[in-house]
């Protein structure tokens, strides 16, 4: 069993920490949801199952998130890419499976299409989406603004909500809105030159299942696979559902190495 290196990067001015399990690759890349952090449930499954396996895994904490530096306020989908991205070439070799979790799913995607443009298309050799909500900002927030978002975000730039997952309130800035539509990957057909498995609880009431029906819909027929989870909500941290992630992305790193 190789031991877990904890570790940081200097990435725009703020320090990202680091999780990296060094392992025969293929390899899993955990990409986390908003306001979450490194050290949730399913990225630890995941982790015990590099332990064991003997697979490098790797994940970190986006600047203003966990034990990262920087403004949670300041956060935008593209600072957090260049974190990922930056986190994601000093850290691995060869192919990797990228794990995105609502909004990581997001994270994924953009770095997909980011590393292809750079001619380094082959480092992804999967994408496993857990309750993918790419896009959310556009396509599952603004048509839920009430007059009083809109004119908070005109006025004071931001919003703020309350959260289920935490004691503190979720915040929403019209940087993240505008940010978040400069980003979008849903507005035509997606080619991820890798396989792609989904994993969508149909009990999920931040992310409804039509969102992943349209992702589907998007990405190529012969590379995507979809499993919709009865009862599964948007967490996807039942024990069953941390099996099915498991052997997932176990298939998944088998696969691409």
Known sequence: MTKELKTCIEVAGNRIEVRHRPGRPAGAVWLGGFRSDMVGTKAERLDQWAAETGHAYLRHDYSGHGTSGGSFRDGTISRWLDESLAVFRRFTTGPQVLVGSSMGAWIALRMTAELGKA???????????????????????????????????????????????????????????????????????????????????????????????????????????????????????????????????????????
Request: one cysteine or more; a negative charge; charged letters at 25%.
């Open 119 to 257: 001619g380094e298309g082959d480092r992804v050799g999967g994408m496993v989406l857990l309750a993918p909500a790419p896009d959310f900002t556009s396509e599952l927030m603004e048509p839920q603004l009430t007059a009083e978002h809109r004119r908070s975000l005109a006025e004071r730039g931001y919003f703020e909500e309350p959260s289920e997952y935490s004691p503190e309130p979720n915040i929403y800035t019209r940087a993240l809105f505008e940010d978040g539509a400069a980003n979008r990957v849903m507005t035509g057909p997606i080619d991820t030159h890798c396989h792609v498995h989904i994993l969508q609880g149909l009990a999920d009431p931040d992310v409804p299942h039509r969102h992943a029906l349209k992702l589907v819909g998007l990405l190529p027929a012969d590379d995507v696979t979809l499993s919709l989870i009865p009862g599964g909500d948007h967490r996807l941290s039942r024990p069953q559902d941390l099996d099915l992630l498991v052997k997932t992305v176990a298939a998944m790193v088998e696969q691409a190495a």
